[in-house]
């Protein structure tokens, strides 16, 4: 079947230094793919996204990667704060799909003051 | 402006029960979404509404499971005859279009417990 995975459950990072978040996809068919933030007891929170036509977007502390020869993408946090604390998601969607995002299983993102 | 409201946030049911949750996507989204999410893991896809289009229903895991839109704006899930394994939190999602580039916006869920 389909699914998004992520590489590692918990990422343990000192605050300031930089995290990287990575997740494989399987489906060479999608062509959206978006990043979202868990806080406890919230929805998911909008990131950032990226289109398959592209390999690189930066948002604000945040740039995410996608290498779609080893069906790869990552979310790279700059200056990590304790308020980035939470599971972080990808989902991708399939191209033509209906619109529903495929989630992976989230990384727990845990700052260290 | 006002996000994806859900009611209730909490819900206890005994099994054997019905139980409706309702969701208030934001105004003008014509995608409305919902999502399971079991403790500790990932968001799994239940429902796709659009427009007027017949709604997605490919992950509705059983038919105790159904789900409506009112009038192109809130939606109501329903789960007849609740068992434990149907405890988790129900995300309900909307977005400007379901097709093309755009990111889904979610509500804060309604935890389910059925006891």
């Known amino acids: 079947g389909e699914s998004v995975g992520l590489h590692l459950p918990t990422l343990s990072v000192q605050e300031g230094d930089n995290s990287i978040i990575n997740c494989a996809y399987s489906n060479s068919a999608s062509d959206y793919f978006i990043w979202y933030k868990q806080e406890s007891g919230k929805g998911p929170q909008f990131i950032i996204d990226?289109?398959?036509?592209?390999d690189k977007r930066q948002g604000q502390r945040v740039t995410v990667l996608l290498n779609k020869t080893v069906k790869h993408l990552s979310l790279q946090i700059a200056a990590t704060q304790p308020g980035d604390s939470a599971v972080y998601f990808c989902?991708?969607?399939?191209?033509?799909?209906?619109?529903?995002?495929?989630f992976g299983q989230g990384t727990t993102l845990q700052v260290k003051p | 402006g006002a996000g994806v409201s859900q009611s209730p946030s909490n819900k206890v049911t005994e099994k054997g029960k019905d139980v409706e949750l309702r969701c208030d996507p934001i105004s003008g989204h014509t995608a409305l979404y919902w999502y399971r999410q079991s403790l500790g893991q990932g968001l799994e896809f239940l429902i796709y509404?659009?427009?007027?289009?017949?709604?997605?229903k490919s992950g509705l895991p059983s038919d105790r499971f159904s789900a409506e839109r009112t009038g192109g704006s809130v939606s109501t899930l329903t789960i007849q005859r609740t068992q434990q394994e149907d405890s988790a939190v129900y995300l309900c999602?909307?977005?400007?279009?379901?097709?093309?580039?755009?990111?889904?916006?979610f509500g804060n869920g309604t935890r389910l417990t059925v006891t």
């Open positions: 990226i289109r398959s036509n592209m």
């Open positions: 999602a909307s977005s400007p279009r379901g097709t093309g580039n755009s990111p889904l916006h």
């Open positions: 509404f659009q427009g007027n289009s017949a709604p997605d």
């Open positions: 989902a991708e969607r399939k191209a033509g799909n209906t619109g529903k995002l495929i």
